[in-house]
């Protein structure tokens, strides 16, 4: 059986390609399966710094594979959810890995693919790359990634979308907040994911994990003064760590810390 993933590491960036272009990276059982087991193991590699995800072919990922789909229809409903918690759990492990991630996503990005893209911490696209959350037009919904969907491009529009199932541009995406920045294809995305991963690479490990951490912490809690007194201690714990020290040490010495790559 051919591989489903392609994975490469190197200085500090692992690469997980989705390897099953005849059908446009749709999901099956076995890719499911894969992806949760490279997360949970990139997550515990510590020579890796950043998680780029990205789609070989003419597509990032088409949703659901049709044989898939076919046979959840013969499963019992014990059988049926048994088989969405395992899908929801791999896109659950990958938004809470504790390092950034980018999807770089490009041609068809349907059903579930659009979760994986809303679930990474940065995301890039080209502007022909074509989003649908196609789940009503068989009669599903996009349940399983909604908690993502719903987190990056807000209520509004994912009632629109997740109803009408319209197919949107890599530029729509870009201006409902589904991806972060939007690109011509070749050279200058090539240009762009080079520059990003450099600033990723070269910044405090720790630092940027808690800064993700945080983001969540912050989402889910009422302005009032107990964010304000947890928000002070997250930073007074920050600037009494090894790392911070390190990177303030460097910065008034005009020197780099252990983390910056040559």
Request: charged share 25%.
């Amino acid at each position: 059986m051919d591989k489903t993933l392609i994975i490469h590491r190197e200085n500090g960036i692992a690469t997980v390609t989705l390897n099953r272009p005849d059908v446009h990276n749709a999901f099956d059982e076995q890719m499911i399966a894969d992806l949760t087991n490279i997360f949970l193991e990139l997550e515990e590699d510590e020579n890796v710094k950043v998680v780029v995800l990205k789609g070989n072919g003419s597509s990032f990922c088409a949703g659901g594979d049709l044989n898939w789909m076919k046979r959840s229809a013969e499963f019992s409903l014990e059988e049926n959810k048994q088989d969405a918690e395992k899908f929801a759990a791999m896109i659950y492990i990958f938004y809470t890995l504790s390092k950034p991630t980018v999807v770089i996503a490009h041609g068809h990005v349907f059903g579930g693919g659009v979760g994986l893209v809303a679930a990474a911490d940065i995301a890039l696209c080209t502007h022909d790359t074509k989003f649908c959350l196609s789940e009503v037009k068989l009669g599903l919904i996009p349940a399983v990634i909604s908690p993502y969907v719903v987190r990056a491009m807000g209520v509004r529009q994912m009632r629109r979308y997740a109803q009408t199932a319209e197919v949107f541009s890599g530029d729509k995406a870009l201006e409902i907040g589904l991806v972060h920045e939007s690109f011509e294809k070749g050279a200058t995305l090539t240009a762009k994911v080079e520059t990003l991963l450099s600033h990723l690479n070269n910044n405090a490990p720790e630092a940027m994990r808690l800064s993700k951490q945080l983001t969540d912490v912050v989402l889910e809690t009422s302005l009032d003064e107990n964010i304000i007194a947890y928000s002070a201690e997250w930073i007074a714990n920050r600037r009494a760590s090894e790392e911070a020290k390190e990177g303030v040490d460097a910065f008034l010495n005009k020197t780099k810390p252990s983390w910056v790559k040559e």
